[in-house]
């Protein structure tokens, strides 16, 4: 009785703001269709190297049919097919995979691979390469490998890039990783080029805002919403970053698994709630979600969301690196300090 009382007092009318932003980025999505369409075409197993976040539902469909996660070629089993994960692999994976002969269908995100290339680029002019990203984030180590160890350093905070040692400080190129918010790592790729005084940049058209993007929308949510329930698991790094970003942004934070979850005390006195889900959620389980709060007294369901599109013409890859080195080496020759555009 004491529960319907509780309930019947947070009773009113209330806007429910759904975050509009996909779970998955894009080349999370291909990957999956990827593997999908894999399936479709082929009885033997399937293995996808590095790893791909997926929703329980889609974990469990694809556990039944033979689908397994590694993260080596020797684990890839005996006749399977290998699909690369958006986060691609290492050249030592991709070795490992074609000594074995298995079939090999890479997924790679593209924004990724486009990365993996201008790395190379750098490392073959000469520049020593620091990436702004995370050492536990699974795309690091396939930017990292491009190059013999040593050569591509990450740069985690402002700490690293102020003591981060370089063999010729007038030979470094700086980038940003895919996955990481780029507004984030800005800061770091600026701390990078105050202390060398010019650095080759990665060329802005290969950013990945898919992390902006879900975090802005967050930040609306939460300047927004009186309350936020996040579906999601404690231990995934995603769920905690969305805490992170509603709690910072001036709302609370409600982690929830199920409707059942919700307490009628987070109801009390609010007059717009957002209501997310990270990318292993259950899509499903976003809309029982949203019925279970229209128990509460009458809602309208509105959508927040924010998406980077590209508005301005980028100059392409090869034109951009080879004007950026030009411009670094007059610099060189004259002793002057270059900001490249």
Partial sequence: ?????????????RRLVSA?????????VRAREEVDAVLSGTAG???VVGGLPVDALVAARWRARGVVSVAVAEQVPPGAVAVIGPAGATPEVRAGLAGRGVTVVDATCGKVADLHAQIRAFVAGGEAVLVAGRSTDAVTPGLTAQAAPGQVKVLENLEHAMAVPVPDPARVAVVIAPGRPVEDAEVITETVRARFGHVLPQNPASYCHAADDRAHTLQRLAHS????????LLDEPETREALRVVEEAGAPARLIHSPEDIRPEWLRHTAAIGVTATSTTDPALLTRILHALS???????????????GGVASV??????????????????????????
């Fill in 45 to 47: 197993p399937v293995a």
């Fill in 20 to 28: 509009g932003v996909a779970p998955l980025c894009a080349g999370a």
């Fill in 316 to 341: 392409p890859r090869l034109a951009f690196g080879r004007r950026l080195r030009r411009g670094i080496r007059r610099a060189r020759r004259t002793n002057r300090r270059i900001r490249p555009a």
């Fill in 225 to 232: 919403c009186d309350t936020v329930l996040i579906a999601g």
């Fill in 1 to 13: 009785m004491r529960a319907l009382d509780n309930w019947a007092a947070v009773l009113r009318t």
């Fill in 295 to 309: 128990g509460a007294g009458p809602t309208a369901v509105t959508t927040q969301h924010t998406t980077t599109g």
